[in-house]
């Protein structure tokens, strides 16, 4: 019996989205369907699926698409159960946001084209040694990678005084670990020391921020999609204790951040949407697509860097901070 009431809430989760059916008849026409499956609710994965929609939807028409969109609340099972269910109702294409998407969609199918988003490094998602920067098969998508060695320089170029910088993300993330060990290697060629702060899940990233606020300088924090759903934490920590974080995307900039080199993810999405509007109508061959990239703008928090008495170098632009 507690077998059964522990699976419960997967089965019906499956059910409800096995409800959805494939491809669907508009008026005499085809639409094309496409399951969406997000990591977690925060702003960057949420604008990142909003410009996805809204250039397919402008490439292929009012009616010629529909959407199956699911989010699976930060829980790698539970983008399983969403990709699988998408399988089961045989969608022209899956959009994966963030990588443990990637992950589930790629041990799901081989066959049903695969497009991400807002996943940093796919050779490290994906495990593929010497990544080129085409992943091949039914996959491919978009990076928000940015240059990992200008984050190493901005700490530099606001705390050159520093001497520690903890190193805060979460352990379940293959893509923040690969943006640490580059960071980290850069910091230490830059004479800083670094420290190691990875936490499980939101419920120990409150005592992991803690420790590294009481042991650091300076707190450098990836592109990590736990971080940027639980930036008020770490605001909440790190603020009264004086103690600055850089943040690797505009969301945890402004969530927590004195300064970050974030990507526009809304255009991410529009690139992404871009591309399945291609393999959709068969102008492309997804095996065949490189991921692709947009550029970085340099940001600040305004109301942070007054907080802690900080002035701001040149060529930073204000964070944009959602009400």
Not at 242 to 263: E, H, Q, R, S
């Amino acid at each position: 019996m507690k077998k059964l009431l522990t699976a419960l809430p997967a089965v019906l989760l499956c059910l409800g989205l096995c409800a959805c059916s494939g491809s669907q008849d508009t008026g005499g026409e085809t639409a094309y369907t496409v399951g969406i499956c997000q990591l977690v609710q925060h702003e960057a994965l949420d604008a990142a699926t909003q410009g996805f929609q809204d250039a397919l939807v402008e490439s292929l028409g009012e009616g010629a698409v529909e959407f199956d969109l699911q989010n699976a609340q930060n829980d790698s099972n539970t983008c399983s159960v969403i990709i699988n269910s998408f399988v089961s109702n045989g969608v022209d294409l899956i959009l994966a946001n963030a990588t443990p998407a990637l992950q589930a969609a790629v041990a799901g199918t081989g066959e049903i084209p695969i497009l991400c988003t807002s996943v940093t490094e796919y050779g490290a998602a994906l495990d593929i040694e010497n990544f080129d920067g085409t992943v091949g098969g039914n996959i491919s998508g978009t990076s928000d990678l940015t240059s990992l060695d200008q984050q190493a320089a901005m700490i530099r170029e606001w705390f050159p005084e520093a001497e520690t910088v903890g190193m805060l993300y979460c352990s379940s993330e293959a893509n923040s670990l690969y943006q640490v060990e580059v960071v980290w290697a850069e910091l230490e060629a830059l004479g800083y020391t670094c420290l190691d702060f990875p936490f499980v899940d939101s419920t120990d990233l409150g005592a992991v921020c803690m420790a590294a606020s009481e042991a650091c300088d300076v707190i450098f924090v990836p592109t990590d999609n736990t971080v940027a759903a639980n930036a008020g934490i770490i605001d909440n920590i790190c603020r009264p204790a004086k103690v600055p974080v850089m943040g690797g995307d505009n969301g945890i900039c402004a969530g927590c951040g004195v300064a970050a080199l974030p990507i526009n993810y809304y255009e991410l999405g529009r690139i992404t949407g871009g591309m399945a509007a291609r393999i959709l109508t068969g102008e492309a061959d997804i095996s065949t697509m490189p991921i692709e990239y947009t550029t970085a703008v340099k940001t600040y928090n305004p109301e942070i860097c007054e907080a802690l008495g900080l002035a701001v170098p040149e060529g930073y632009t204000p964070v944009v901070i959602a009400e």
